[in-house]
């Protein structure tokens, strides 16, 4: 699959594609019925078969993989019929948990005649390289497109332009960025669920990009073991997402040259998403950090009330 690939095989992550792909102009002029198109490196397009793709048109999830189909799988006629003929296309599948997996691939050529499926765990790269990518010094056809973006085929939708995720969909991802990053310090999830321009906003310091965010959380952690907040609300419009937080975390290490107290204290903020293209893009953050301060006993307590 390519070195986005081994990523998700060695993080023992899911990854599971199903898409159409081929230059993005001639998938642009003849669109199926109820498809998007994501525009990709090197004038490349494609279109997610997502789950309201495959209700509309009675197609199978990855059926080439798990089904052993050995021809054009049913409904996927129906969908690519617009763009044969046109240029080169192909059908893409690939499904990998943990290291196991493999992908699926049917050509067909200028002329709209097809290949028979071709499965093998590259290709993916062997159809691409048909196609016309260019792989890179760096990089595999697979990644010089940046296919490893998504981890699931449903989210590739988000990224046609003008679409945004339902509101519920939202919430999930900024669920999992908390309960994963922020509870975890899973730093494979910070660049999963994040834009590569993803950049966090702690009040009244200066904006961190991923790998300052990353050693942030890592201190945080290392202050803090057992960090682990609950989110108390949620509330998500467009493509916004405001959360309310809070938890009880010990301080067993040095944390901003405190040397580590033992005492247990309460932690609070609010946090406010924005989301961009199925990520994470930005993030701001204001929480208690004078109450925090108070009880690790840096600051004064405040007085009794009414006092």
């Given at each position: 699959?390519?070195?986005?690939s ?20 001639h ?16 004038q ?17 999830s ?9 021809s054009?799988?049913?409904g ?5 019929h ?5 240029g ?8 990998f948990f ?7 691939y049917?050509?067909?050529d200028q ?19 048909r196609?016309?990518v260019?792989?890179?010094?760096t ?18 939708q988000?990224?046609?332009?003008g679409?945004l995720m ?9 669920s ?6 922020w ?8 660049d999963?669920l ?6 966090y906003?702690?009040?009244?310091q ?8 990353q050693q ?7 202050a803090?073991p057992?960090w682990?907040?609950q989110?108390?609300t ?6 916004s997402?405001a959360?309310?937080?809070n938890?009880?975390v010990?301080h067993?290490g040095p ?6 107290t ?6 609070a903020?609010?946090n406010?998403?924005?989301?961009q293209?199925g990520k994470?893009a ?23 009330q009414?006092?």
């Open positions: 699959m390519g070195r986005g081994r990523k998700y095989q060695q993080q023992a992550m899911a990854y599971t594609l199903q898409a159409v792909i081929g230059k993005a102009e998938l642009a002029a003849a669109l199926p019925a109820g498809a998007k198109l994501v525009r990709l490196p090197q490349m397009g494609l279109i997610p078969i997502s789950a309201a793709v495959r209700s509309r048109y009675g197609i199978l990855v059926p080439l993989i798990d089904e052993g189909i050995t054009v799988p049913p996927l006629h129906d969908l690519v617009p763009l044969v003929g046109g080169a296309i192909a059908y893409v599948e690939a499904e943990g290291g196991d997996g493999t992908q699926a049917i050509l067909w002329h709209g005649e097809h290949s028979a499926p071709v499965l093998h765990p590259s290709a993916i790269n062997e159809v691409l390289r196609l016309g260019k792989r890179t010094e990089t595999d056809e697979f990644d010089a497109v940046d296919l490893a973006r998504h981890r699931h085929t449903d989210r590739w988000y990224d046609a332009r679409e339902p509101t519920d969909d939202v919430k999930a991802l900024v999992e960025f908390i309960e994963k990053v509870n975890k310090a899973d730093m494979a999830a910070l999963e994040t834009l590569a321009t993803y950049t906003h702690l009040g009244g200066p904006a961190r990009d991923r790998a300052a965010m942030f959380v890592q201190a945080v952690h290392v803090f057992d682990r907040v989110i108390q949620i509330v998500a419009e467009g493509d997402v959360v309310q937080w938890g009880r010990t067993q944390f901003q040259g405190l040397p580590p033992g005492k247990a204290i309460d932690v903020g609010i406010l998403y924005l989301i293209d994470i930005q993030e701001w953050e204001q929480m208690d950090s004078l109450g925090m301060l108070q009880q690790l006993g840096v600051l004064p307590a405040p007085p009794p009414g006092k």
